[in-house]
């Protein structure tokens, strides 16, 4: 069965950019749709945004501007950029699959937890 | 977009029933059948319980069932048990193809 796995680093600086991978296994990252979500500390789920296997992306309106989604197919991976962070973006970050035609998010990765200080 | 609405907290006796809604817009939950929920214990990732409104993915109980009127989606939880006893969350698919989350509801099982 398919399994996620976020990665990178927990601690970021203020107005720095926050960068993690989720690697995918058990199956192909072709077909399906990948999606960032995160939750601050004590608060509710917030999406992020995702991106297909071949590259088309959505975001979430409020982070659009600091926002990059992108997938390495070779690599079975996709990745999370967010720029000029503070830390109101301290948050257990997750990564999810859906697939297209359906709208829910199934499985999730374990979440990591980026905390942002300097 | 704005997070869709749900009440902080429910509870109720193991064996009762609860329901947790979760209001949005027409361009959200009353524009489309693709409201999903999930569960999340204390430190754990979040578990799809319910899709597209009223479906229950394999390995769900039978006691967890959606539903959805106007701009209002709802999910119950029947015969309540200790075990049920965590954070529920909806979400929706919205116009500009984002999603959406509620804010979350605590079920406290007393």
């Known amino acids: 069965q398919v399994q996620l796995q976020e990665s990178g680093p927990g601690l970021v600086k203020p107005s720095e950019t926050l960068s993690l991978t989720c690697t995918v296994s058990?199956?192909?990252?072709?077909?399906?749709?990948w999606t960032w979500i995160r939750q601050p500390p004590g608060k509710g789920l917030e999406y992020i945004g995702y991106?297909?296997?071949?590259?088309?992306?959505n975001y979430n309106p409020s982070l659009k501007s600091r926002v990059t989604i992108s997938v390495d197919t070779s690599k079975n991976q996709f990745s999370l950029k967010l720029s000029s962070v503070t830390a109101a973006d301290t948050a257990v970050y997750y990564c999810?699959?859906?697939?297209?035609?359906?709208?829910?998010?199934?499985?999730w990765g374990q979440g990591t937890l980026v905390t942002v200080s300097s | 977009q704005s997070a869709l609405t749900q009440p902080a907290s429910v509870s109720g006796s193991p064996g009762q029933s609860i329901t947790i809604s979760c209001t949005g817009t027409?361009?959200?939950?009353?524009?489309?059948?693709?409201v999903s929920w999930y569960q999340q214990h204390p430190g754990k990732a979040p578990k799809l319980m319910i899709y597209d409104v009223s479906n229950r993915p394999s390995g769900v109980s039978n006691r967890f069932s959606g539903s959805k009127s106007g701009n209002t989606a709802s999910l119950t939880i029947s015969g309540l048990q200790a075990e049920d006893e965590a954070d529920y969350y909806c979400?929706?698919?919205?116009?500009?193809?984002?999603?959406?989350f509620g804010g979350g509801t605590t079920l406290t099982v007393l």
């Open positions: 058990g199956g192909s990252i072709g077909s399906y749709y």
């Open positions: 979400s929706s698919y919205t116009t500009s193809s984002a999603r959406v």
């Open positions: 027409s361009s959200d939950v009353g524009g489309y059948n693709f």
């Open positions: 999810a699959r859906f697939a297209w035609g359906q709208n829910w998010f199934d499985p």
């Open positions: 991106i297909s296997y071949s590259g088309s992306t």
